[in-house]
């Protein structure tokens, strides 16, 4: 069975079908792109599988260690207490505290300590807060932020808001990461190093990569596969050679070439 099996899934806002009847399966350690013209429904489908929304129809099934778990109706934080973490298009950080500060708050649930433990400040409590810091720390200096871990969020450049949003993701850690846009405003340089640590990361920590993005020089060449959205209706899929030759999507983005 696919790590995430997702099966006729649709959502109506009002008489509006944002998603129609869409089927993926993603695999494990997979890296892929979901693409489309913007209001083709890609955000939606991110806020169906994360918790935000609910889907109208159709069903969402991850494997997890337990067993098979159908994720219709879960909450945002008990679907990421499985394994499937995101980033968001407009970056949502802690703005007032420290970089550092942002990944431990995405650790909370590797504590582990009692109310008691806690309350007390016994020597189980400082010590788990020594590994988790020293958690987070590695996690920054992967991302190349582990210099500024001490700064407040909102003093870092753009790109770094949104690798440390990464990192936060990371820090949850997930079996499925979904990067809604990850690139969006960055420059052509920055863009590259970001494209180089997403299969970096993927590798590193042996995750899945489901990723929205509307740079094709990004999405061609890291994707595995793709999935091609268009009024909310999933009209291709296939390797990067095979949707960059596919009609329905070269007709898709106005006639031009990806």
Do not use: W
Not at 108 to 136: C, F, M, W
Not at 153 to 164: D, I, S, T, V
Not at 206 to 228: F, G, P, R
């Amino acid at each position: 069975m696919s790590l995430l099996s997702v099966r006729d899934l649709t959502k109506h806002f009002g008489g509006l079908a944002a998603v129609s009847n869409v089927s993926m399966e993603i695999d494990e350690n997979e890296l892929v792109g979901i693409i489309g013209p913007n209001g083709a429904g890609k955000t939606t489908f991110f806020n169906l599988i994360t918790g935000v929304y609910e889907p109208s129809e159709g069903t969402i099934e991850l494997a997890t260690a337990e067993g098979v778990k159908t994720l219709n109706g879960m909450k945002p934080d008990k679907i990421n207490g499985y394994g499937i973490a995101r980033t968001f298009q407009n970056i949502r950080l802690f703005k007032e505290q420290s970089v550092l500060e942002n990944v431990l708050v995405a650790m909370h649930r590797e504590q582990g300590n009692s109310v008691i433990s806690s309350l007390l400040r016994t020597s189980a409590h400082y010590e788990t807060e020594e590994r988790l810091r020293k958690e987070a720390m590695a996690l920054l200096d992967i991302f190349d932020l582990a210099a500024v871990a001490n700064e407040k969020a909102r003093n870092l450049a753009y790109g770094q808001q949104r690798r440390l949003e990464i990192v936060r993701a990371l820090a949850t850690n997930p079996t499925v990461l979904f990067l809604d846009e990850p690139a969006a405003g960055m420059n052509p340089n920055e863009t590259a190093d970001l494209t180089a640590l997403i299969a970096q990361v993927r590798e590193q920590f042996n995750l899945t990569v489901v990723l929205i993005e509307h740079d094709m020089s990004l999405v061609m060449k890291i994707c595995q596969k793709i999935y091609v959205l268009e009024y909310g209706r999933l009209i291709a899929q296939g390797t990067p050679a095979e949707i960059q030759k596919n009609p329905d999507v070269i007709k898709a983005y106005l006639g031009g070439e990806l």
